[in-house]
């Protein structure tokens, strides 16, 4: 079964929540319709009412049935944003207000209140602020300081295997990692695994070196980052460093690893030293292997938080909703 659709079983008659915070933008309206209809998610709209009003009208349906709220006007504006400047020195409940009137902002204190599952937004909001919402809101996972991305490959033939699955990280946000950064990005990838892939996480620390065969600054941050990962979680199933071949291919690995490995040859989330190397790959992978990529995701997030690219059509929004609740059910 099409990942999306597989997820959107998961999630279908759930009634996740889902704040859609862009609903001055007919596509969102058509989207909010559509996740409604398909039993996806229960949407809650976000923007001025006579925006929204025109954005139906260019979408040519009504949101009936669907929740709509302007920011500015609800009656929980004040709860945020005395709950927001609380413990921010900087802040006070004045200017929190203000920031909380801004749809993508109200949106992520919904989620952090608990009254939404998750934030889907991007279509119309630069891809930064919708990091900043979400850190600034939602805040990042436990023991996470640092959020990043994930592309969700669908390779349609690899090694026997049809329409297999991988995790690629990070492709889309963090352009130099810190030993730290990559340490957080590995953790928070094999987190998205769970709920993505039918296997369990095995995670592969990239590089251009496998297991000591080259040397550099580079190789070495990658091996500090292993440590640090095996440090905080020691049930994860991650090694490396491993040139991608020795982490994909059985019969490379059996070559070029000496020892026991449990990812060698078997990784499904593959963690890239640095964008430069995550960017390229995704993109060599999509063309030259006629890969789907799905995504970018943001991860890392205590709660799901999506960003969309402003150039999604309607059914990239769905699936960038479906992907981001089935991170909710277990």
Do not use: W
Not at 112 to 127: I, K, L, Q, S
Not at 140 to 159: A, D, K, W
Not at 294 to 307: T, Y
């Amino acid at each position: 079964m099409d990942i999306i659709k597989k997820c959107e079983e998961k999630v279908r008659g759930k009634k996740f929540r889902l704040v859609l915070p862009e609903g001055e933008d007919e596509r969102i309206v058509q989207a909010a319709r559509q996740l409604k209809e398909r039993t996806i998610a229960d949407p809650i709209v976000l923007g001025k009412p006579e925006k929204i009003a025109e954005a139906e009208q260019k979408a040519g349906m009504a949101l009936d049935g669907i929740e709509k709220l302007n920011p500015r006007e609800s009656q929980c504006l004040e709860k945020y944003a005395e709950e927001y400047a609380k413990g921010r020195d900087d802040i006070n409940p004045a200017i929190a207000r203000r920031l909380l009137m801004k749809p993508v902002f109200f949106a992520g204190m919904m989620v952090a209140a608990g009254n939404a599952d998750a934030v889907v937004c991007g279509a119309a909001t630069a891809t930064a602020t919708v990091i900043q919402s979400g850190v600034l809101t939602i805040g990042l996972g436990e023991g996470i300081h640092t959020p990043s991305s994930y592309f969700l490959m669908v390779i349609p033939s690899f090694l026997g295997d049809k329409d297999k699955l991988f995790i690629y990280a990070d492709c889309a946000v963090n352009i130099d990692p810190s030993v730290d950064d990559l340490a957080d990005i590995a953790i928070a990838s094999a987190q998205s695994a769970v709920s993505l892939l039918d296997d369990e996480p095995r995670v592969a620390m990239l590089s251009f070196s496998t297991k000591g065969s080259a040397s550099s600054p580079s190789v070495e941050k990658v091996i500090a980052a292993l440590e640090i990962v095996r440090r905080r979680k020691p049930s994860l199933l991650i090694d490396g460093e491993f040139q991608a071949d020795s982490a994909i291919v059985p019969r490379v690995a059996a070559k070029k690893v000496k020892g026991e490995s449990s990812v060698a040859g078997r990784a499904n989330v593959l963690i890239f030293p640095d964008l430069d190397a995550g960017n390229i790959a995704y993109k060599l992978t999509q063309y030259m292997a006629g890969a789907q990529a799905i995504g970018p995701f943001l991860q890392g997030f205590a709660k799901p938080i999506s960003d969309l690219s402003r150039g999604a059509g309607v059914e990239d929004i769905i699936s960038t909703a479906i992907i981001t609740l089935a991170k909710l059910v277990e």
